[in-house]
């Protein structure tokens, strides 16, 4: 039997916090470098684990699977493919991230915050290569629990309502997806397919369009709400504003992506036909939430909520490239997920550094900062070029091959999130504007220390990867290519087998053959 | 009756024999113990240990019955199978843990331990006999036995003005439906012309549903009703709750809860199983478990003290167990035994908490007593919020598996709107749960709470229910087998 | 006499227990419509052991005699004790907690 690589990476964390329960309170530095240390093996062997990876399968590699509970043939059955890597490896990255963004900026309870970390990173990881469904939804709602109290115990003033707000939103969506898996668990053994949750085993399922349409609807309410996607974004400001630093990091970076995730694990080849029925629906959300984001972004005057609504409006581009049903929209959705948990996650970063000095995230308080902290302005220039989109930079790539796969599914859809684009640099400049321009008007402001060599270890990495992913995004694209197509490919022949008539009636939902587009071209700007 | 079969009756009630001498012992031991002065630290140990004993033993003899072929004793009175079996198991635990957790309880609120254990273990085996009667006379017997012994309890801070209203509602409603589960034993008896459970399933097959059966059916389902707190015979229950000592309270929610759902199993998935009388009741039963899972939940959110928002929610509780009821198939009656076991393991974690919290005269039981607790006791305060987010059924925990043990059993038998009302009502549970959770961590503790010293047998009950509520929440299978086996007689084929 | 006057008859005391538990606050007369209602189920036993010519009815009822003494000394003994603390019988007195 070779080695758990991948149980080894989802449960190390989990390890390292029952080790650190064990640990006294007051050696601080002692837990810090412990949950660090922890994060960064975590990290390593994830990355062994990706340069592991044989990219040109479709299929889930590192695959574990065993008993686990007999009666209802639940079992441990994990995997990886070409869909879920880059965001497994972007969680083993933020996590260490975000608990050195904490460092300082957490004075109490430190040790509940280092056990929260840990725990919030298994969950976070075993969500993400879960292919039995009872599995998923463990680590799906076990994660809930660690960011819910982070943002309680360690949250702005608002905290509570926020708190209250974030659970039973994301409580409410699951609850739902939780009775679905149980009708899909249902319908196997009445099919005759014994007792199992696995995601395999429910490919094989002969579902009518009603029983599809019905399914569908649970799931995605779950993961529209996890997006978020317009209208079921309204927790996501509330839960930003009062999260910690570090919470704001993971829940931008990884959390919102589970969303995302979701979909194209689940919604789309287990529910096909529906997935293409609704299509044009979410498209439209998806085009209202870029728009709405960005034109509420622009009026916000606290950065941090500012960059809460970038981020409805850069995952409603997310949303509008998965469903668009061809290769390119599927490719881009996943790598601009990546792209948003690098660049939000460094805004975030970038507004929990001055925060910590001025303890305001108006942006009115601010003015002038680029003559006080330069190395702090060029970070913040270069991260909010890759969020706008600049070519060169990581954004670029991932939006343009949504809207290289939204216009072939829909021109007028492409052209209205391209405008959410354009909408995104107004609002971006404006507020670095600004922020950084100009005279200094609040005396507070003269003086702010710059980085410290802490601050830009913790940014380096990221605006590394906004680069090269910008500049060489093969490397990153090239081990979803064949998950990627494999998984169109089942939706497609699925969709039309299942539902002839609504795949005929929609406007070309899953344009055959010209989806599987060649987007080499798109590789290298 | 000849002697043989005495002997072999006895043997057969071994477990619930053992118990009951156990019981005869504290109370005997009792007179003899020095009650006051040097020795009575020393009477107390020696009656707990007794106890422990006892249920150790009497936990022995149940284990070894697993697996006995289903016989009928005593004249067809007691039956030994495995439902009965099961259930000796979870009351022998739920006695043992509770003898743990009141230890603290029974030194720190001067209560004299040979009565106070020798209640708890006479109300033990009726609950035993509830599990194991195959005659309704017997149940009714049992019932009783079980009844009359918390009634005591529920007031044995005679000195205390809310334990003696606790006990005298607890007394007037437990006699009250008592008695229409009597008259429905009556009118059954009427009817078919036995009060045999075994003989009733298989009159009524030959002459199928007569009025007088029917209604002898609907009183039998309000005097359980009642029993197991099922809206809208719940009214009782959050007074009794609030008002009886905790440790009482903790034992109230898991014991006759589990009997009740005993009785509910023998009479209704047993008795009248048959799908010509299934019919009937089941879909009351939906309606039922549909109110309790909705007003419990709710009603629990604008509660003021953690003990009757508990209660509360011991209420809603009732009714998920009541879902896997409803559901009539074979996973559904195995969940039912999963989720007493689970709910047991968190009700009596949750409750040791608070008995803790509430320090010297069982005071402290608002939520603003809750404020800090993760600042000036983090060991506490985390274990609280295990017990806390295991009842709002999250998972790796208990709470989680036995809902969805519940739920799937629902959804295999069609009934998916309960499945979803049920996970619904969990996502309301979760607002007065995480306030708790709210309170200790993320307010400031008041400025002379002191630190609370926990007293080494506090400490065994906490860990031994928090472990239970992890590894069925992380591996539910080895319990849900059991459970399954156990339950399997009832559904063949 | 036929046996569905018997029924009545325990019917008719069964729900005169009943109201009398529903509506009376003194805590004796409760008591008492509780008794009420078990010898109710005594009545309607006997009549059904009676026309179906089985004994079992009959010692049912024994037992139920026995349980009702018994619920009777824990009942009375709680309304002594009650009486002490409070010198009431009202049971509208008797509200510490939110009935």
Not at chain 2, 70 to 77: D, E, L
Not at chain 2, 160 to 170: D, G, M, Q, V
Not at chain 2, 184 to 195: Q, S
Not at chain 3, 67 to 85: D, H, K, T, W
Request: hydrophobic fraction near 55%; proline fraction near 4%.
């Amino acid at each position: 039997m070779t080695w758990p690589l991948l149980s080894t990476v989802v449960f190390l964390p989990l390890l390292g916090a029952i080790v650190l329960l064990a640990l006294p309170r007051r050696r601080e530095a002692l837990m810090w470098g412990w949950t660090l240390g922890v994060m960064l093996v975590t990290f390593a062997v994830s990355v062994v684990l990706y340069a592991a990876f044989d990219s040109s399968l479709p299929s889930m590699q590192f695959s574990e699977q065993a008993a686990w509970i007999g009666g209802l043939g639940i079992t441990y059955h994990v995997g990886i493919d070409g869909i879920s890597l880059p965001l497994f490896v972007l969680t083993t990255l933020l996590s260490p991230v975000a608990l050195l963004s904490a460092w300082q900026s957490i004075p109490t309870k430190a040790k509940e915050f280092a056990v929260l970390m840990l725990v919030l990173e298994t969950s976070m990881l075993g969500a993400f290569v879960a292919l039995d469904l009872f599995l998923f939804f463990i680590f799906w709602e076990a994660m809930l629990i660690p960011m819910y109290l982070m943002i309680g115990m360690w949250g702005g003033e608002n905290r509570l309502y926020a708190t209250v707000k974030f659970i039973l939103y994301t409580m409410a969506g699951s609850a739902l997806m939780l009775v679905a898996i149980l009708a899909l668990h249902i319908l196997n053994l009445q099919q005759g397919g014994g007792r199992s949750f696995d995601l395999f085993d429910f490919f094989a399922l002969d579902l009518s369009l009603q029983q599809q349409k019905l399914l569908f609807m649970a799931f995605f309410l779950s993961f529209a709400i996890k997006v978020p996607l317009f209208p079921f974004h309204t927790w996501l400001p509330d839960a930003h504003t009062e999260a910690p630093t570090a919470g704001s990091v993971i829940l931008a970076g990884v959390l919102l992506k589970m969303g995302g995730y979701g979909f194209i694990r689940f919604c789309l080849p287990l529910f096909p036909a529906a997935a293409t029925a609704f299509a044009p629906l979410i498209s439209v959300l998806a085009v209202i939430g870029i728009l709405y984001g960005a034109l509420v972004a622009m009026v916000q005057p606290d950065i941090k909520r500012l960059v809460a609504y970038s981020s409805v409006s850069h995952l409603g581009l997310v949303m509008l490239g998965i469903f668009a049903g061809n290769l390119a929209g599927l490719q881009g959705g996943i790598l601009q997920m990546v792209n948003h948990g690098l660049t939000t996650g460094a805004l975030f970063l970038l507004v929990g550094m001055i925060y910590d000095r001025r303890h305001t995230r108006l942006i009115a308080d601010y003015g002038g900062l680029w003559r006080q902290m330069p190395i702090f302005a060029v970070f913040f220039l270069v991260v909010m070029f890759a969020s706008i989109g600049l070519p060169g930079l990581n954004g670029f790539v991932g939006e343009f091959l949504i809207l290289l796969g939204a216009f072939e599914f829909n021109r007028g859809f492409a052209v209205l999130a391209a405008l959410g684009m354009i909408l995104s640099a107004v609002y971006m400049l404006w507020m670095y504007q600004r922020v950084m321009y100009g005279e200094v008007t609040h005396e507070a402001n003269r003086g702010l220390r710059d980085l410290s060599a802490r601050e830009i270890t913790l940014l380096a990495p990221l605006v590394l990867l906004m680069f090269w992913i910008g500049i060489y995004p093969s490397t990153f694209l090239r081990p979803t290519d064949a998950a990627s197509a494999h998984l169109l490919e089942q939706v497609r022949s699925r969709a039309v087998l299942a539902a002839p008539v609504s795949a005929a009636l929609t406007p070309r939902p899953f344009p055959a053959g010209e989806g599987a587009v060649d987007h080499a071209g798109g590789q290298t700007p | 009756m000849e002697a043989a079969a005495l002997l072999e009756g006895t043997a057969a009630l071994l477990p619930h024999i053992t118990v009951l001498v156990t019981g005869l012992v504290v109370l005997v031991l009792d007179l003899f113990l020095p009650p006051r002065g040097l020795g009575q630290a020393g009477s107390r140990w020696a009656t707990e240990a007794v106890s422990l004993v006892g249920l150790a033993l009497a936990f022995a003899c149940a284990l070894a019955q697993a697996g006995d072929e289903p016989r009928a004793v005593f004249m067809g009175m007691a039956v030994v199978d495995g439902l009965g079996t099961f259930f000796n198991a979870v009351f022998v635990l739920i006695a043992a843990l509770t003898v743990l957790l009141s230890a603290h309880y029974v030194r720190r609120e001067d209560i004299r331990p040979g009565e106070y254990y020798a209640l708890i273990l006479f109300a033990t085996l009726g609950f035993m006999f509830v599990g194991s009667s195959s005659d309704l006379v017997m149940m009714f017997l049992a019932i009783e036995t079980f009844s009359m012994a918390t009634y005591i309890l529920a007031g044995l801070l005679r000195d205390t003005p809310r334990s003696l209203e606790s006990a005298f509602k607890y007394f007037m409603l437990g006699s009250f439906s008592s008695a229409f589960f009597l008259y429905g034993i009556a009118t059954l008896y009427g009817a078919l012309g036995t009060t045999n459970l075994l003989a009733l399933s298989q009159a009524m097959s030959a002459e199928g549903t007569s009025p007088l059966l029917l209604m002898g059916m609907g009183l039998l389902i309000v005097g359980l009703g009642f029993k197991v707190a099922v809206v809208p015979f719940h009214m009782w229950a959050p007074d009794v709750y609030e008002g009886a000592p905790t440790a009482v309270t903790a034992f109230m929610t898991a014991g006759p809860k589990a009997a009740a759902f005993a009785a509910l199993l023998r009479v209704f998935a047993q008795g009248f199983g048959a799908p010509a009388f299934s019919e009937e009741w089941v879909p009351i039963f939906a309606v039922l478990a549909a109110l309790t899972m909705l007003l419990g939940n709710i009603v629990a959110i604008v509660q003021q003290s953690v003990k009757r928002m508990l209660a509360y929610s011991s209420i809603a509780h009732a009714g998920y167990a009541f879902v896997a009821l409803v559901a009539h198939n074979a996973a559904g009656a195995g969940s039912i035994l999963y989720y007493l076991v689970a709910y047991t393991f968190m009700s009596l974690g949750a409750f040791t908490v608070l008995m803790i919290v509430a320090r010297r005269d069982d005071q402290r039981h608002v939520f603003d007593d809750y404020a800090g607790l993760g600042a000036t006791n983090p060991a506490l305060a985390a274990i609280m919020s295990l017990f806390m987010f295991a009842l709002a059924g999250f998972p790796p925990t208990a709470g989680f598996a036995g809902k969805f043990y519940v739920f799937s059993a629902a959804a295999q038998s069609g009934y998916y709107v309960l499945a979803l009302i049920g996970v619904l009502t969990s996502v309301i549970s979760v607002v007065y749960y995480a306030r708790v959770v709210i309170l200790m961590y993320m307010h400031e503790p008041d400025a002379e709470a002191p630190r609370i010293r926990l007293a080494p047998t506090s400490v065994a009950a906490l860990s031994v229910t928090a472990f239970g509520v992890l590894y069925l929440g992380i591996f539910p299978g080895g319990v849900m087998q059991l459970a399954a086996r156990s339950v399997a007689f009832l559904f063949p084929g | 006499m036929p046996l569905s006057w018997y029924l009545v008859f325990g019917a008719l005391l069964f729900m005169i227990g009943v109201v009398g538990v529903l509506t009376r606050r003194n805590v004796i007369i409760v008591l008492m419509s509780i008794e009420l209602m078990l010898n109710a189920v005594n009545v309607t036993l006997i009549s059904f052991s009676h026309y179906l010519q089985d004994l079992r009815g009959q010692i049912f009822t024994l037992f139920i005699i026995a349980v009702a003494a018994s619920e009777a000394a824990i009942g009375l003994a709680l309304v002594i004790s009650m009486y002490r603390g409070k010198s009431t019988f009202n049971l509208d007195e008797v509200n510490v907690l939110k009935w």
